[in-house]
């Protein structure tokens, strides 16, 4: 079984950056989908940014530009750089992971992945 641990959340302030850690522990496997989804007060878990095994990336249209992210194969984390944060930005932070690599149209979905860490809190305030 994976484990995941999510870490590096926060208050900051509008423009400031934030980088999120998710180290994974447990089975390893050589086709997977890696990355992170975000929840905010009240509203669904909404994709972020994935990473696939082959180094394909994915983002959501409102992070491209600001968010960057990246893996440490040789300490098995996962990265998430947000730079320019903003308000909307305000959400929990969870790591997900899937044994597959999956194919493009299926990276957005929650529901394609199996393993979730527990989330850290980064908070946009003034």
């Known amino acids: 079984q994976v484990q995941l641990e999510e870490s590096g959340g926060g208050l900051v302030r509008p423009g400031g950056s934030l980088r999120l850690s998710c180290a994974a522990s447990?089975?390893?496997?050589?086709?997977?989908?890696m990355g992170w989804f975000r929840q905010a007060p009240g509203k669904g878990r909404e994709f972020v940014a994935i990473r696939r095994s082959d180094n394909s990336k994915y983002y959501a249209d409102s992070v491209k530009g600001r968010f960057t992210i990246s893996r440490d194969s040789a300490k098995n984390t996962l990265f998430l750089q947000m730079n320019s944060l903003q308000f909307e930005d305000t959400a929990v932070y969870y790591c997900?992971?899937?044994?597959?690599?999956?194919?493009?149209?299926?990276?957005?979905?929650?529901?394609?992945?199996?393993?979730w860490g527990q989330g850290t809190q980064v908070t946009v305030s003034s």
């Open positions: 447990g089975r390893t496997f050589s086709g997977h989908t």
């Open positions: 997900a992971f899937t044994p597959t690599r999956l194919i493009q149209s299926r990276v957005w979905s929650e529901e394609n992945y199996d393993y």
